[in-house]
């Protein structure tokens, strides 16, 4: 069975910048529909982008333009880089694959102000 594992989170002041990893283990991400989430602390998970080999990257609106995701499939990983990070974007981001659906077990991003 697949499993994701997420790498790449930490603490970081406003306006920094981080790169989530998202590899998978006993398998390969290179065929599936992937997604990036994210659950503040008290609130629901979001949907903060995907990325599909046939439609390409998608992203919510509070995240366009500062966040880019991308996936070396030579590497079978799936990345997310986050610049210009707001204390909002603080929380739990898990990688998820649509189809089998697979959660990785989240990396902590916290942007203090």
């Known amino acids: 069975q697949v499993q994701l594992v997420e790498s790449g989170g930490g603490l970081v002041q406003a306006g920094g910048s981080l790169r989530l990893s998202c590899t998978a283990s006993g398998g390969t991400l290179n065929y599936y529909d992937l997604g990036w989430f994210r659950q503040a602390p008290g609130k629901e998970r979001e949907r903060v982008s995907c990325?599909?080999?046939?439609?390409?990257?998608d992203y919510d609106d509070s995240v366009k333009g500062r966040f880019t995701v991308s996936r070396d499939n030579a590497k079978s990983t799936v990345y997310l880089q986050m610049n210009s990070l707001k204390p909002e974007d603080t929380g739990l981001y898990y990688c998820?694959?649509?189809?089998?659906?697979?959660w990785g077990q989240g990396t902590q991003v916290t942007v203090s102000s």
């Open positions: 998820r694959s649509y189809a089998p659906n697979y």
């Open positions: 990325i599909s080999n046939a439609a390409g990257a």
